[in-house]
């Protein structure tokens, strides 16, 4: 059975950093993506980062230049490096991966809170 165990989150002030990583269990066969996805309350989730298996990544606008996408070899770890936090990124952040074959898989997520 595949999990992904999203790992990372905390409290931050303003302008700090975080890593946040995910990590898959399971046998996930023909992966297309991997990515991280957002959402705050009274907000509907959004896409943070991706990465596919080529290696091309695509930001949302709101993150580009300070948080940064990446996987191992394997494809089995993304992570999301993120610099220069506001407030506006807080959220509960989730790792996504897509498969060839349409298989999509969560994580359940990990909570960042950017606050003074």
């Known amino acids: 059975q595949v999990q992904l165990l999203e790992s990372g989150g905390d409290l931050v002030q303003p302008g700090g950093s975080l890593k946040l990583s995910c990590a898959a269990s399971g046998n996930i066969v023909g992966i297309y993506s991997m990515g991280w996805y957002r959402q705050s309350p009274g907000n509907e989730r959004e896409m943070v980062a991706t990465?596919?298996?080529?290696?091309?990544?695509d930001y949302s606008d709101s993150v580009k230049g300070r948080f940064t996408i990446s996987r191992n070899k394997s494809g089995s770890t993304v992570s999301l490096q993120m610099n220069h936090l506001k407030p506006e990124d807080t959220a509960l952040y989730s790792c996504r991966i897509r498969t060839y074959a349409g298989a999509d898989y969560w994580g359940q997520g990990t909570q960042v809170t950017v606050s003074s």
């Open positions: 990465i596919r298996v080529n290696g091309n990544t």
